[in-house]
């Protein structure tokens, strides 16, 4: 089955005219409308606009135009915009939102001649930890229907371990790639903040968010991630550097190379199934001939505080946009004030509003120089304990989630437990760093993350290390059966 090859088969199928774009699209469809209403990881599917997509790749195709994703379906998440396809953000707020423009990553997409298969589930606005916080549907793990797929981008990841897409692109705030690829036993990587243009993506926090694949593979999340990445004049966080090169992907070695393992990272609370896999995984490395040092952060012990109080007080300001006046749902109410009110609060869910208060608070007067101003210092630090470490070590590694895929509902009456599952990704965050999370594993039949972390801007670095754990670890390709 076509569902079955990783992006980079399908792309040399279909450049040596073994595939037809339209064969490999309707395979895709074929899928999703086989096994989605199990796994619930769509939001919107146009079957016509993804075959239109996939007639303009075969013509490049035809006409030796084409190159590495030309014809290669990818999945969206529902909050990169997409014009003429509704984008809603998984939120009742912005049910019916049809944007008039592409994000550029969409644009690039569309360039390379990837095909486009629909739109993914998130939670609300990107705000949280298992794709439970939707206000449309759930999303269900692959590898176990009764356990979540992390979040908040779900049902990217979902899509792409399930094969109903073979890439898939995300966002990432807190760990809302790494985190859910980890639990879904795929490869996901967030690059360097600016890297990635994030004009189009309707934003949480901005100085946090960033675009990312998820894949099958390394080698796949290469080669979309240099697709969508390089300077974006629309983007003022934009780096004026290149798109990331693939070039080089299959060129490294692991002999010889530093790699810090923080203290932090490896808390006896841990799941003790993740923390034995991950160490196995070590194990494999030093074999390889990877040099690991433990070493002290201790700031990372105040990632999580940080992260919550600047994540939610840019999103107190981003999401004052939503006032039922402009775009999207309005519920009407006694003059404007009434209408903005009655609009939020029907329109926000919970943990929405909730991050919108906290944010508020943070900022106001009489409390942004405790709360706020505090942890802008305090991620100061950790970035100075970063830049530190990279002038040793080559990398950094840790588990990506502190747990594997819990159950569905296990975890909705314990919003602080849920939060801690960000420990590990939050730092990459904070610090504006390449990070990526690769299957290592399994533990009671669950897959285990392993995430990599680089210094800033150093993507194509990052992105040949793993590639050479991933050939390290085999256990890394085994995939889910939900037949």
Known sequence: MLTEFSAAELSRKIASKE??????????????????SRLGCFLTVDPEKARESARAAQAMVDTGSGGPLTGVPVALKDNISTEGIETTCASKILKGYIPPFDATVVTRLKLAGATLLGKTNLDEFAMGTSTENS???????????????????????????????????????????????????????????????????????????????????????????????????????SLPLPSISSARLKEGSLKGLKAALPKELFAESMNPGVLSTVYAAIESLKREGVRFTEISMPSIALGVTTYYIIAPAEASSNLARFDGVRYGVRVDGQGHIGLVERTRAEGFGHEVKSRIMIGTYALSAGY????????????????????????????????????????????????????????????????????????????????????????????????????????????????????
């Open 368 to 483: 942004y120089d405790a709360y706020y101003l505090r942890a802008l210092r305090i991620r100061s630090i950790m970035q100075h304990e970063f830049e530190e470490t990279f002038k040793d070590f080559d990398f950094v590694l840790s588990p990506t989630s502190p747990v594997p895929a819990f159950r569905l509902g296990e975890l909705r009456m314990d919003p602080m437990a849920m939060k801690l599952l960000d420990f590990c990704t939050i730092p990459a965050n904070l610090g504006g760093m390449p990070g990526i999370s690769l299957n290592c594993g399994f533990t009671e039949g669950l897959p285990v993350g392993l995430q990599l972390m680089g210094a800033p801007s150093e993507d194509e670095k990052l992105l040949q290390i793993a590639y050479s754990v991933e050939q390290a670890l085999p256990t890394a390709t085994n995939w889910p059966s939900i037949a």
């Open 19 to 36: 595939v037809s774009c339209r064969e490999v699209v309707d395979a895709f469809l074929d899928r999703i409308a086989r096994d989605d």
């Open 135 to 237: 206000a449309f549907q759930l999303t269900r793990n692959p590898w176990d229907l009764d356990r979540s797929p992390g979040g908040s981008s779900g049902g990217s990841a979902a899509s792409v371990a399930g094969r109903l897409a073979p890439l898939a692109l995300g966002s990432d705030t807190g760990g809302s790639i790494r985190q859910p690829a980890a639990l879904c036993g795929v490869v996901g990587y967030k690059p360097t903040y600016g890297r990635c243009s994030r004009y189009g993506l309707i934003a949480f926090g901005s100085s946090l968010d960033q675009i990312g694949p998820f894949a099958r593979s390394v080698e796949d999340a290469a080669l979309i991630t240099e697709a969508i990445t390089g300077h974006d004049a629309m983007d003022g966080t």
